[in-house]
């Protein structure tokens, strides 16, 4: 189970948003480079970063942000939000990102995904966002008429390296993730599943290192991270703990 810590940019700064509301941002950080610094000090193995313009103008908007990270810290990085051609994958993976996240091309061009995921396998992963239990698109400004469920099952044997689900009602209302959905998602397909979306506490880490969630990858951290309610260090001795006795 690997904890990322997220972080999201909207012109060039470190925001959470409420709901994927962007007139809902709270700016947590000026210098995202000092931020994923910190996160890689911390302790954690991996970096998950969204930009957030990029997500609503269909094409990257926060690269310089995104470059000075890559260049600040040694973690991998898994980045999404804009990308919705091959161009722009070979791009962001030439630049040194690890993995690229694809939402809403999945939905509307799901044979990007495919030969993305075939030209470069374990390198692409696919951001299904969920309103309702239906895929929300546009920077979750749209939503469409189908299923998590669905558009999961159509990358199966694609070489997706993962699916990162989110329950757009809880995102950065810590209200906790919704491990329910995410489970019956990861039951129903081989691909390994993040949890993303309202996690809130030490809590929501222990529920994710218990038997019943056990077919997760993850899960991501957000405003919990940056208003405190989640100390890092407490979470990765966990996550380090059950990994010793698995």
């Known amino acids: 189970m690997i904890l990322f810590p997220a972080i999201d940019l909207k012109n060039g700064q470190c925001v959470r948003l409420e709901q994927g509301d962007m ?7 000026l210098d995202p480079e000092a931020q994923a610094r910190s996160f890689g000090t911390q302790g954690f193995e991996y970096l998950h970063v969204v930009d957030l313009d990029g997500a609503f103008a269909g ?3 926060n ?3 995104v470059e000075a990270m890559l260049k600040a810290i040694t973690i991998p990085v898994q980045l999404g939000g804009g990308i919705r051609d091959l ?3 070979e791009a962001w993976l030439g630049k040194g990102i690890s993995r690229v996240i694809i939402g809403t091309a999945a939905v509307r061009d799901p044979e990007l995904v495919k030969s993305a995921a075939k030209k470069h396998p374990g390198r692409v992963a696919v951001g299904l966002d969920a309103r309702d239990g239906k895929v929300a698109v546009e920077g979750w400004a749209e939503t469409s008429q189908v299923t998590a469920l669905e558009i999961a099952q159509r990358f199966e044997d694609a070489g997706v390296a993962a699916i990162i689900f989110t329950d757009i009602s809880r995102d950065g209302l810590l209200k906790g993730l919704n491990l329910d959905a995410t489970i019956a998602l990861a039951e129903r397909i081989s ?11 030490i809590e929501d880490v222990k529920a994710l290192l218990s038997p019943r969630a056990k077919k997760l990858a993850g899960a991501i951290a957000g405003r919990a991270l940056y208003d405190g309610r989640l100390d890092p260090a407490t979470a990765l001795a966990l996550i380090r703990d059950a990994r010793g006795r698995a």
């Open 63 to 65: 690269a310089h942000a």
């Open 59 to 61: 094409k990257p908007m």
């Open 87 to 89: 161009a722009t994958v």
């Open 191 to 201: 691909i390994p599943v993040i949890a993303s979306g309202g996690l809130a506490s």
């Open 23 to 29: 007139a809902r941002a709270t700016v947590f950080n």
